[in-house]
């Protein structure tokens, strides 16, 4: 406890350049699909330094489907506006559809982000 008898206030740690994309992803994806698996490592070329990010995300159920179908449709023509990041690439790698024995759309797809300076 602070000398005023208030709990210390928990420090906000600054938000990366993942976790920005990742809110850019859940909101291009209506909020119907979830994070399973994020990897992230570092990239560059002679001109360009960034990173490549690999998710997959899950859509459950049918109404989750449909926004994971749009999802798929949508991701590589979208303009992402994610600060001091370009997203240079961005691609569907693979998609899996189960009916059984309850609906879900498991999306695969990679971005390339560069720093935007």
Known sequence: MSSEGKPPRPSRGRRSAGD?????????????????????????????????HSLSLLFAGEEAMEAGERFIAALPDHEFAIPGQLVAD?????????????????????LLLLEDA
């Not at 569907?92 to 879900?104: A, G, M, T, Y």
Request: include cysteine; proline fraction near 4%; aromatic fraction near 4%.
């Open 20 to 52: 920005r994309l990742r809110t850019a992803l859940m909101v291009l994806s209506e909020h119907q699909g979830q994070v399973i698996t994020h990897t992230e490592k570092a990239w560059a070329s002679i001109t360009f330094a960034g990173t490549r």
């Open 90 to 110: 961005a691609c569907i790698v693979e998609v899996e559809h189960r009916l059984s024995p309850s609906p879900r759309l498991v999306v695969q797809c990679d």
